[in-house]
């Protein structure tokens, strides 16, 4: 732990103008990032006695060795630069609110060409629209009725493809439950446009569909176009069947978000009810580990700009009015923010009394019971997790902490496309974000040992001269808006290089004693002695230490044993993955592959021009310039190229290996 002593800015280089400052540790990593109306105070508050602070500030203050900081021009930029780079950075002692992933939410994906419905979890997709949460139930009973009045595809891209090859829709095409797109029953126009309604209905505008439905039928009466009126008196009852499955709870003109708030000194759980047109069309929790020692109105602000921010498309999405159990801080700031994302005027409240308070309580009871549910299922994870590392440090007699662990594995087809895989896991988890993988070729490719070496080499390299690289000392640093370049600094640690910048404590290779001693050789010829390695072989499920004749054998029940298998499998699972989409390309090449310049359009160009790569081969090239896209230059480089393969036999046809089919291209 680093004395906030050696790095604390002399008080007057700290300016008294409003800002955003980061904390940064030892390796480079921000975390923590605030805001102050006057940076001076709020940074000197840090340092004037540090054994005086709340514990999790105290613990901040110290697992820092830097502070940074960037003048704003008011509260409303430091408000959203703050938002900013807490969304870029992800600080570890920052409040974040994770979604509760409990109930399944109705998805319409309006990013792709087809937009599908269909039920999701999980983590939250750009480009994806959502509504619910559900239960799953109701939520599969809701999609089946509404997908009789609005016939948005909900089939998977599997299912799509095959329809569109065989020119036959699916069972849902032929019971009037999909437009068919796939086959032209509609174009992709005007299927989006009945996704967009599908989202407008479920947006709050069920009277609009149902007023305009009730209108048709009365106009296919008055034709005397009974079998239409009679499917049109249909699609009315479907609807206000979902319609109604919603309770008024507020005036039919009220459209808002409800939220509440339960906390306890560790954790905090917020609910919201979204509520349009008077009548609740989901809800949503969030559970916030308390990091920062922060009052409520700071994590109702928090809160505000992460739930509002996360999404580019906020028109329609924030309401009129967002009702809250205490004004947030920076009130006046958080509502010029909200009303330029809305486009309109936004309100912040709280209710006082009246429905509105009342619907208030009915969220706050949900937050509560959703906060006691969390715990009885987080103890047991953390306490599982725990006795893992716990386990794991004591029977390898390790020193330190396993706070994170990254595991290699080496995939191929009898030395064909080999490749590794690297995933990490930190504090039990897996931390998908940090996976990588890596192509092996030469002489490193012979076998696993040498290929072990060659990536833990690799990984490592790129750790040290993260390392190396001069780490950003306390002071100011320029503002992102300002045009300014980034410092050499700056850009080593927070671009797309500092992709290794960061140790394990325990690196674990799938194999046994071979692979653990390459391991081990990578690590000491790079000068490396602080990061411990250990193998798991899979035959008996031993544990090898380097240069260990006999293995460490974990008992079966072992916690700690569970542990590094989950890891290795992971490991096995993402390396197999990459070296199918490698060979996968690598049957798939053709003649055309590896001119310079030819990318796939042109070569697309080529071989519609001419038809087949052997009238390609048989063309001068003068002739290959009446191709769409290329020029003399790109001609000369491909017949030289063709010419080139032909001599030393490369030109053999490729091989799709889905379909088996022989590629001439």
Not at 249 to 273: G, I, K
């Amino acid at each position: 732990m680093a004395d906030p002593a050696s790095y604390r800015p002399q008080t007057g280089e700290i300016p008294t103008t409003p800002g955003v400052y980061r904390f940064r540790d030892p390796h480079g990593r921000v975390i923590y990032v605030g805001k102050a109306k006057n940076l001076r105070s709020r940074l000197n508050s840090y340092f004037a006695n540090p054994a005086g602070l709340l514990p999790k500030t105290h613990a901040m203050v110290h697992a820092a060795s830097s502070v940074e900081w960037t003048m704003v021009g008011s509260e409303l930029e430091s408000l959203q630069l703050e938002y900013t780079w807490i969304k870029e950075f992800k600080p570890r002692f920052n409040v974040v609110f994770r979604d509760d992933k409990t109930y399944p939410y109705l998805a319409v994906s309006m990013a792709e060409k087809l937009p599908r419905v269909q039920v999701m979890r999980g983590e939250r997709r750009k480009g994806t629209r959502y509504f619910g949460p559900y239960t799953a139930g109701a939520i599969r009973e809701t999609m089946d009725t509404l997908l009789r009045v609005f016939p948005v595809r909900s089939c998977s891209a599997g299912v799509l493809k095959r329809a569109q090859a065989s020119g036959r829709p699916c069972l849902l095409g032929y019971i009037d439950k999909c437009s068919a797109p796939c086959v032209g029953r509609v174009t992709a126009d005007e299927h989006r446009a009945i996704a967009e309604d599908f989202c407008s209905f479920m947006g709050g505008e069920a009277k609009r569909f149902i007023t305009r439905l009730e209108k048709d039928m009365g106009a296919a009466v008055a034709e005397l176009d009974y079998e239409r009126a009679a499917r049109l008196r249909d699609d009315i009852i479907a609807l206000r069947k979902v319609f109604e499955r919603n309770a008024v709870v507020l005036s039919e003109d009220t459209d808002a978000d409800v939220f509440a708030l339960h906390d306890d000194d560790l954790e905090a759980s917020v609910q919201v009810f979204h509520v349009r047109g008077g009548r609740v069309r989901g809800q949503r929790g969030w559970v916030v580990e308390k990091v920062e020692d922060a009052t409520t109105p700071e994590l109702i602000e928090h809160l505000l700009q992460q739930v509002y921010g996360e999404d580019s498309d906020n028109q329609g999405r924030i309401p009129r009015e967002v009702l809250v159990p205490e004004i947030p801080s920076n009130h006046h700031e958080l509502l010029e923010w909200l009303g330029g994302l809305r486009g309109a005027k936004v309100d912040i409240r709280v209710p006082q009394r009246g429905d509105k308070a009342a619907l208030m309580s009915t969220v706050r009871e949900n937050a509560e019971q959703a906060l006691k549910l969390h715990k009885v299922r987080r103890a047991g994870d953390i306490t599982v997790r725990s006795q893992a590392l716990q386990e794991l440090q004591e029977a390898l007699e390790l020193p330190v902490p396993l706070l994170r662990i990254e595991c290699y594995d080496i995939s191929h087809v009898q030395g064909t496309n080999v490749v590794a895989s690297m995933v990490v896991v930190e504090d039990g988890l897996p931390k998908k974000a940090d996976y990588r993988k890596f192509s092996i070729t030469g002489a490193a490719a012979s076998d696993d040992t040498a290929a072990m070496h060659d990536v833990l080499t690799r990984r490592f390299r790129h750790y040290l001269q993260d390392k190396s690289a001069q780490l950003p000392k306390s002071g100011e640093v320029p503002h992102p808006g300002t045009g300014e370049p980034p410092s050499s600094e700056d850009a080593a640690l927070t671009g797309a290089k500092a992709k290794f910048a960061y140790p394990p404590n325990l690196v674990v290779v799938d194999g046994g004693q071979p692979q653990v001693n390459a391991a081990a050789r990578a690590l000491a010829e790079l000068g490396i002695d602080d990061v411990y390695v250990v193998g798991l072989a899979k035959r008996l499920e031993e544990v090898w230490l380097p240069d260990s004749d006999f293995p460490v054998i974990l008992p079966r029940t072992s916690q700690g044993l569970y542990l590094l298998q989950r890891i290795r499998d992971e490991a096995h699972r993402f390396a197999i993955t990459f070296h199918r989409q490698k060979r996968g390309k690598a049957m798939t090449v053709s003649a055309l592959d590896g001119v310079p310049g030819l990318g796939e359009a042109k070569r697309k160009a080529l071989v519609a021009h001419f038809g087949s790569l052997k009238k390609i081969k048989a063309a001068t090239a003068l002739e290959l310039t009446a191709a769409k896209g290329i020029g003399p230059a790109l001609a000369e480089a491909v017949v030289s190229h063709l010419a080139a393969a032909g001599a030393s036999g490369e030109a053999a046809p490729a091989v799709n290996m889905t379909t088996g089919e022989i590629l001439e291209i």
